[in-house]
């Protein structure tokens, strides 16, 4: 494929209820979407950088800026045969790895048309369903939360996940075990938390948790591996991992015995299958971890998590959980066993609204040689 140019969209589109972790609340996402034009092919990648930069220095404005300064130009005119060719001619912009994600997914959309095969076996994909669990954020109030959790189950969903703040804890985490003893059960603290906690957070084994998500730092391995060695319950790093060395170096250390895989957060599908792999060899499971995507980096979630090791059920659930309506056809759609299916469709799969994404449209760039 050439890429002869590439479009930079911005959506903006009001979430069905706000989502709210310990840095803060969203109403609706600006989601930045790349468009690789290539031989009157379109590749199609999201760049899931949030509105502002609190879950990770990456933000949505920073993200646009330099994929239009930076990347985009890199891959203007180039001639590629494979998506998996990106990273390396992005690798002299250091990090941005959200941006340089997007880029680097359009292109293996690109590649999976023109191919003619599915996205998720081009990724080496196996599994045929892929098993979902929900992320739920801090609400107004307990019983509002216990509300949602009561539908997520009713829905078929796997696996609960809570967000988790200091003062938003053990006291809701006690309340959800005695209503439900049994179901999988985690929570996630965006790194809510310092080592000066580790006592109230020895307090939750008795919740018997899947895991406990990124609660220290969003940079650190090596102190929550001295809190795992205190810890009957399994640690997962969201934040911490940005590369398949990370996860060698906190695996190593026994920092988590889980690991939670975001494309955008390591840069893209080649270094997913990378973290994915390495994981592996330690004999960890991973999951597919979310950040309110619309259907085009929900999608390519949905084809990552069919690879053989996503072997925990992950944040990738039906659009209907954040959309009035997605920009794809058809949506994301949860079975009442708490599966997706994946299908024999080339590409991605899910086909794009191209009315509605145009009508979602705030800002439009379009970089050409
Ligand atoms: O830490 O997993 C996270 C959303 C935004 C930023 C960070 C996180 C999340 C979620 C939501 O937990 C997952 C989803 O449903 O998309
Ligand atoms: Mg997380």
Not at 217 to 232: G, M, P
Not at 251 to 264: M, S, W
Request: aromatic letters at 8%; a negative charge; hydrophobic letters at 40%.
């Amino acid at each position: 494929m050439r890429i002869e140019a590439i479009t930079l969209r911005e959506l903006k589109i009001p979430l069905v209820h706000f989502f709210e972790t310990s840095f803060g609340r969203t109403y609706t996402r600006r989601i930045f979407l790349v468009t690789v034009h290539s031989d009157g092919l379109e590749g199609w990648g999201e760049c899931v950088a949030g509105e502002d930069p609190f879950y990770s220095e990456e933000y949505i404005d920073g993200a646009w800026d330099v994929t239009k300064r930076y990347l985009g130009p890199v891959l203007l005119g180039k001639t590629l045969q494979m998506g998996s060719e990106v990273p390396e001619l992005l690798a002299r912009v250091r990090e941005h790895r959200m941006a340089k994600g997007a880029l680097e997914n359009a292109a293996w959309d690109a590649e999976a048309q023109e191919k003619a095969v599915p996205l998720w076996k081009l990724l080496g994909g196996e599994r045929r369903e892929i098993v979902c669990g929900v992320s739920i954020g801090i609400q107004d109030s307990h019983d509002k939360l216990l509300e949602k959790i009561e539908t997520e189950l009713a829905a078929g969903y796997q696996r609960i996940k809570i967000k988790v703040k200091p003062g938003w804890d053990a006291e809701v985490l006690e309340k959800v075990r005695a209503l439900w003893p049994s179901i999988l059960l985690s929570c996630d603290a965006n790194s809510a938390y310092t080592l000066a906690d580790s006592e109230h957070l020895r307090g939750f084994d008795r919740f018997k948790l899947l895991m406990i998500e990124q609660p220290l730092w969003s940079d650190d391995f090596y102190f929550h591996a001295r809190l795992q060695k205190q810890l009957q319950t399994s640690l997962c790093l969201d934040e911490a991992i940005h590369s398949a060395r990370h996860a060698e170096a906190a695996l190593e250390l026994d920092a988590c015995r889980i690991v939670n895989i975001k494309v955008g957060r390591v840069g893209g599908f080649s270094e997913a299958i990378a973290v994915h792999n390495v994981a592996q060899r330690f004999g960890v499971p991973v999951w597919c971890g979310g950040m309110l995507e619309s259907g085009v980096g929900r999608s390519h979630n949905v084809a990552l998590s069919t690879l053989s090791n996503f072997k925990l059920p992950g944040d990738v659930s039906a659009s209907k959980r954040y959309w009035k309506e997605d920009i794809i056809e058809p949506e994301v759609e949860v079975s009442p066993q708490g599966t997706i299916a994946v299908g024999n469709e080339t590409g991605r799969g899910y086909a794009l609204r191209t009315d509605l994404i145009r009508q979602l449209t705030v800002r439009k760039e379009t970089l050409r040689m």
